[in-house]
């Protein structure tokens, strides 16, 4: 594999944790606005 290419999976992967990294954010958000509207068995993590 040229270093070319291990550069462009290298970017792709980083931008791939940020987008992750988002996703989490934002659904870590919206469990915490409306935590209530889930059953206790659906936030407790079973």
């Known amino acids: ?3 070319a290419e291990q550069d462009v999976k290298a970017r792709m992967l980083a931008e791939q ?6 996703v989490l954010e934002s659904l870590h958000g919206a469990l915490a606005a409306d935590a209530a509207l889930l059953s206790a068995g659906r936030t407790s993590g079973h």
């Open 17 to 22: 944790k940020v987008e992750a990294a988002r």
């Open 1 to 3: 594999m040229s270093y």
